[in-house]
């Protein structure tokens, strides 16, 4: 319909970050979202969450469930949505303009939330809601929220005085801020560092690590070279095979030192002020160190149960670790190689020592773990377990050409939610792998279905030949899905408590247990099938995979525990001095303490540790205590005979994948279980038992 005036102008652009995500599956609408718009699209959902709160805070009307807590529930959607689709391309395909608004908004942002978690009328309410709880007449799932409610609160400062809440609120701002240079400090070592190798430098490559170092040359502008980067698609690949010990050696010393690396990226400081800012904001909280704070609210609860966990398995890692070491040098000297295993030998040798004790090596494995049939196991085992199907849908909006969008439907042909898969690594990616949302499930306003993402940072395959996993891969693609699963079944009401809102404790859960299924023999024999002929994978190559699958578990899980314990010494300084840690030789003497063998490094070196500047501030050990649950569940489903039992896979659905926070996360295990976890499983499966 044309307008009634008789000149036609033209409307400034609608931002698209604030319009409605319409389409069939209502996805952000990436492809008109320029880094532009989210300036304004933030200043907006800001303003308009801060006048959401101000209507639950100052209202005069007694407080009420609804008028409270559903109403902050309820709040900050618009907000939401611009944050997650901001952090989501921050994280998975950042450039200069986006890494700049993240820059500026990181203070931004905590403020707002300190002026939340710090408003004294906004508490009074929730308090009065807490004390009078038994008598509201509450269901479960509210009664929950209103206490997390009120323990988030408590938890922010709430209860502290008025100067003591504007440190707070400085510490908060000042955090944020340390926390995104940190990380983008990570990723300019990553980006910039590069070792640039002549044909004569590839000895003990294969065709396939030789074609990926040569693209990556290729891109980085340097045709007819080969580039090995920092990526672990291509570092470790690099020590694992390169039998030139002088490269390995340089790109392991790299591959240690980012965020060490001196001068404008360098993470010491950062980390130190940090740790200091921490520890003070825990003692403002009447907790004598940031362990004791951050813990309190986990299922560990203290730091002694942390170590009493870390420290049952390092011994039984470390010996085992010794008997690796010996064996590696052994394997070097039968070589006649006359050298001492060092760290950047490890890899090389380990690899070595499979082929030759297993005929097993990533080579000849590879070939059966294509990408995608690695993905229709995952999608297939979400079939088998929960009934799920996934549609690709080829035309649906998407970030970047390589992401993938799949709809998902239940058994009843129903909508649950959309799935987004981004695979490749890419410079403007981040390192590592992990899930995301760019929408959470809840209920309080309409059926809002989840939009989850994976993104992972794989070698893509040559131009027209698919990407081949290591085993390696494949586990960690099950791992992303086994958290992409716990956001797509959410089914609770309130959305701070949908999907992966758990203590972080517990959050590891859905997904490692969801690697068991990816080498139960269901799966192996019809996804392990060769990318050109086709075939499953042989018989007896199958059984040397399985032979082999604790070899060098003692370096794994050493390497791991280091940087658990690290991180809990850390965030147990209990320092009062202004004096600012000195990063490097605090995580020497912890290692040394230990007993750290020197063959082997850290998983995470403090100036790289990017879990513990987010959410896994002294909760590192999260992995392993979710480890003791995903072993004791899985289990549940040997003692049926059948992995896929339907009785036990219901009860999973119910409890863990699609029970959000509703629960306290014990209780909801046991509602599993039936029992509480036993450790045993966890020693079993990593071949550390007795
Ligand atoms: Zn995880």
Not at 231 to 253: G, I, K, T, W, Y
Not at 283 to 303: C, I, R, V, W
Not at 445 to 473: C, H, T, W, Y
Not at 587 to 610: C, D, K
Request: overall charge neutral; cysteine-free.
């Amino acid at each position: 319909m044309a307008g009634k005036g008789d000149k036609v102008r033209s409307k400034p652009r609608a931002n698209p970050l604030l319009s409605r995500w319409g389409g069939a599956y209502e996805l952000p609408p990436f492809g008109k979202i320029t880094p532009e718009d989210f300036r304004p699209a933030f200043a907006v959902a800001l303003k308009e969450h801060k006048a959401e709160i101000a209507r639950i805070a100052d209202q005069t009307a007694k407080p009420t469930f609804a008028n409270t807590v559903l109403a902050l529930e309820k709040a900050g959607r618009t907000l939401s949505r611009v944050a997650s689709v901001f952090y989501n391309l921050a994280g998975a395909d950042t450039n200069d303009a986006l890494q700049e608004i993240e820059r500026e908004m990181a203070p931004k942002l905590a403020a707002h939330e300190s002026a939340i978690m710090l408003n004294g009328k906004l508490f009074k309410r929730i308090e009065e809601l807490h004390e009078r709880r038994d008598a509201l007449k509450l269901d479960d799932e509210q009664r929950r929220i209103l206490e997390l409610h009120y323990k988030w609160l408590v938890r922010s400062g709430a209860k502290l005085n008025g100067k003591q809440k504007k440190r707070v609120a400085e510490i908060n701002g000042r955090l944020a801020t340390l926390a995104t240079q940190f990380s983008q400090n990570v990723l300019k070592d990553e980006q910039s560092w590069r070792m640039v190798l002549d044909e004569k430098d590839l000895d003990g490559l294969s065709n396939e690590l030789r074609d990926a170092a040569a693209r990556a040359a290729v891109d980085a502008g340097l045709p007819g070279k080969y580039v090995i980067t920092l990526s672990r698609s291509s570092v470790e690949p690099f020590l694992q095979f390169s039998a030139r010990r002088d490269l390995r050696e340089q790109a392991f010393n790299a591959w240690i030192r980012r965020g060490e690396m001196g001068e404008k990226t360098d993470n010491r400081a950062i980390t130190a002020e940090i740790i200091a800012l921490r520890t003070e904001f825990a003692k403002l909280l009447g907790y004598q160190t940031y362990a004791d704070y951050s813990l309190e609210s986990t299922m560990a609860k203290t730091p002694d149960s942390v170590r009493d966990l870390l420290t049952a398995v390092w011994e039984p890692a470390v010996k085992r670790a010794g008997d690796e070491r010996d064996a590696l040098q052994e394997r070097a000297r039968a070589e006649g190689s006359n050298i001492e295993i060092a760290p950047w030998d490890w890899r090389y040798y380990s690899e070595k020592e499979r082929k030759a004790r297993f005929d097993v090596d990533e080579s000849a494995t590879r070939p059966y773990f294509a990408l995608d049939n690695v993905i229709a196991a995952a999608f297939d085992t979400a079939g088998k377990l929960f009934g799920l199907k996934f549609k690709e849908l080829k035309d649906a909006p998407r970030y970047h050409d390589d992401v993938r969008v799949w709809e998902v439907t239940n058994r009843r042909g129903e909508h649950v939610g959309m799935f987004l898969g981004d695979y490749f690594a890419r410079p403007s990616k981040r390192s590592g792998a992990w899930m995301s949302a760019f929408r959470s499930q809840s209920r309080v306003a309409g059926d809002v279905r989840p939009i989850i993402v994976n993104v992972m940072n794989f070698a893509k395959g040559e131009e027209g030949q698919p990407s081949l996993l290591s085993l390696d891969d494949a586990r960690t693609l099950f791992h992303e899905f086994g958290h992409g699963l716990h956001g797509l079944l959410s089914d609770v009401t309130y959305p701070s408590i949908s999907g992966t809102a758990v203590t972080r404790d517990f959050v590891e859960l859905p997904s490692q247990l969801y690697e068991h299924w990816l080498m139960v023999p269901e799966t192996l024999e019809k996804y392990a099938t060769h990318h050109a002929t086709g075939k499953p994978m042989p018989k007896a190559l199958l059984k040397r995979i399985k032979s082999a699958r604790n070899f060098n578990q003692g370096f794994s899980t050493v390497e791991y525990l280091a940087s658990a314990f690290v991180d809990m010494d850390l965030h147990a300084v209990d320092a009062e001095s202004n004096e600012m840690l000195d990063v490097a030789a605090f995580e020497e003497s912890t290692l040394q303490r230990l007993g750290m063998p020197n063959e082997i490094v850290a998983r995470h070196r403090i100036p790289h540790f990017l879990h513990i500047m987010g959410g896994y501030a002294a909760g590192y050990y999260s992995y392993l205590w979710s480890e003791v649950m995903d072993a004791d569940a899985f289990a549940a489903f040997e003692e049926t005979g059948n992995a896929f039992d339907r009785k036990t896979a219901n009860k999973l659905h119910k409890f863990i994948y699609s029970g959000g926070n509703r629960r306290d996360p014990l209780e909801a295990y046991v509602a599993f279980r039936g029992r509480p976890p036993e450790i045993t499983g966890l020693l079993k499966k990593r071949g550390l038992a007795g």
